[in-house]
């Protein structure tokens, strides 16, 4: 961190900490696409790849239509675009737990390799709990578990549960805590330690290093070219650590009041929920260092999704904004990654790439992939933009977004509250965000007493669940945590902070402790 910045408090952290952001994208923003296209009435649907599945954690749900070397793709049409952004059937609930696999007695990361490696846990889980391996240029990198969860690295070397689709709050939350339990159990065979949270607290960006993934180098590479509005993303790469929730649409109208509402609540979330006080070993100012590492983490594919805050959002809008945005990797059929072509996905659509060869959707939904916002959307939506909560409260997290995206007057009710602010003003409450935590103001409104509301419409939504059979009926309790930081104006951050200073000692196994599950 720069000194300047870890020196200051309060708004001047804030204002050391941002970046400005400019409206718009790489390029101009394409409407009417289909003028450049084959026209989706006569498009030629192509072959299906049957190894196509539908993961919960990467929400594709497209089918992967590959050139076989003999034949051109066929030329992508508007409605092939439209496609991967499918409704459901019903409306699930999934959950995504960052982890890090650390040393119980330093707090630092496990290397990839070795005996007590990263790789040797996702070995172990594979021999003792089965599935089928994931593997990026022959390193292992995760499994997908035969109840169709998956275990997966990320490029720090933190681990990562994501659930399968469950009918509610309550059993992702029994899923999710029993899978934790369960690789908790297993990673302390190899002396280590499974530590949810905001980020990784002790390692210094400095000695790294990185999980084997080819499409890693190639992001570390993009960041690197974007000079300082790219310089923080190693530090996301490297230590974030979330709780994110996964949930659905099923309509383009469900679609647009759940999208508009979770993307004008996002940064309320994320104040109420800072909780990265702790960077490479030092407390020096910030409550939320993992949201100060994505000010900088290439601005036009991350934070707020611009066209969301539109009461009328459709698909489309979507569309168009990502056209305007490069890919940053693609897949080939041999299973290796390449680097894009520094050009809007639209230029792609037009001209191809460099070797002649045209996007299919599985190279559209690899770039919905690489588009960071608040809330990410593919066939589901993604809400990903706050800090992890310590390890007995993650279920606030899913409990928080459930009540108020499924429950039809919560809903209604928060994008009331909240629709009114504007793009700038979201951009601007998440530059004072890292620094300020639940003090942070939105449009020069306090943060707290909107965070206080959303809870009473989280809560009043979760209890219409109960009401309708569809949770069991302690599961409006999983708020009560976040109900006492409202009260008490304590976040996590400010929690742990007095907890490292006070009965921690600064003693990175002391947090660990008190933190692993």
Not at 7 to 25: F, I, K, Q, Y
Not at 118 to 131: D, F, T
């Amino acid at each position: 961190m720069p000194a300047p910045l870890a020196r200051a408090r309060g708004r001047d952290a804030a204002t050391a900490a941002g970046v400005a952001v400019p409206v718009g994208a790489y390029g101009p923003q394409r409407r009417g696409f289909d003028a450049v296209v084959t026209d989706p009435r006569t498009a030629d649907p192509g072959p299906t790849d049957p190894g196509t599945t539908a993961s919960r954690k990467s929400g594709e749900r497209v089918t992967d239509r590959r050139p076989t070397g003999r034949e051109p793709a066929p030329e992508l049409s508007r409605d092939d675009l439209r496609a991967a952004f499918r409704p459901a059937r019903s409306e699930q609930v999934g959950i995504e737990v960052e982890c890090g696999l650390v040393d119980p007695a330093t707090g630092l990361a496990a290397r990839y390799t070795g005996r007590c490696g990263a790789r040797a846990v996702l070995e172990a889980v594979l021999a003792g709990w089965g599935g089928e391996r994931q593997e990026d240029s022959g390193h292992l990198t995760g499994v997908r578990l035969p109840d169709g969860s998956q275990i997966t690295l990320e490029h720090g070397g933190q681990i990562e549960y994501s659930s399968a689709p469950a009918p509610n709050v309550g059993r992702a939350v029994d899923d999710m805590r029993s899978a934790l339990d369960r690789l908790a159990d297993l990673v302390s065979r190899f002396g280590l330690a499974l530590l949810p949270g905001g980020n990784l607290p002790f390692d210094r960006l400095a000695d790294v290093r990185w999980v084997p993934m080819t499409r890693g180098a190639m992001m570390r590479d993009h960041f690197a070219r974007l000079g300082e509005a790219g310089s923080r993303a190693p530090y996301v790469m490297a230590f974030s650590l979330s709780t994110q929730v996964t949930l659905d649409y099923l309509s383009p109208a469900d679609l647009a009041e759940k999208l508009r509402m979770q993307t004008a609540a996002a940064p309320v979330v994320s104040a109420l929920l800072v909780n990265s006080p702790i960077h490479e070993g030092r407390s020096e100012g910030l409550l939320s260092h993992r949201s100060w590492s994505w000010l900088r983490a290439d601005a036009y594919r991350t934070g707020p999704l611009p066209p969301a805050l539109r009461p009328d959002v459709t698909v489309d809008d979507m569309v168009d904004w990502a056209l305007g945005i490069p890919l940053i990797h693609y897949r080939t059929p041999d299973g290796r990654y390449h680097a894009a072509p520094e050009r809007p996905f639209a230029d792609l659509l037009r001209h191809g790439f460099d070797d002649g060869s045209r996007p299919t959707p599985a190279h559209w939904a690899a770039h919905l992939n690489q588009l960071w916002t608040s809330t990410r959307v593919r066939t589901t939506l993604e809400l990903r933009g706050a800090d992890g909560p310590p390890h007995p409260f993650i279920a606030a997290v899913p409990a928080l977004w459930t009540g108020l995206s499924y429950h039809p007057d919560s809903r209604a009710a928060a994008w009331e509250l909240l629709g009114r602010y504007s793009l700038s003003q979201h951009r601007a409450a998440l530059t004072e965000l890292p620094a300020q935590g639940l003090a942070t103001r939105l449009g020069g409104d306090p943060v707290r007493p909107l965070a206080a509301e959303l809870l009473r419409l989280a809560r009043v939504g979760l209890t219409a669940r109960v009401a309708a059979g569809l949770e069991p009926p302690h599961v409006p309790g999983y708020l009560d945590p976040l109900d006492e930081i409202v009260a008490t104006g304590r976040t996590f951050a400010e929690q742990d902070l007095q907890r490292w200073h006070g009965e921690f000692r600064r003693d990175p196994a002391r947090y660990v402790a008190a933190h692993r599950v």
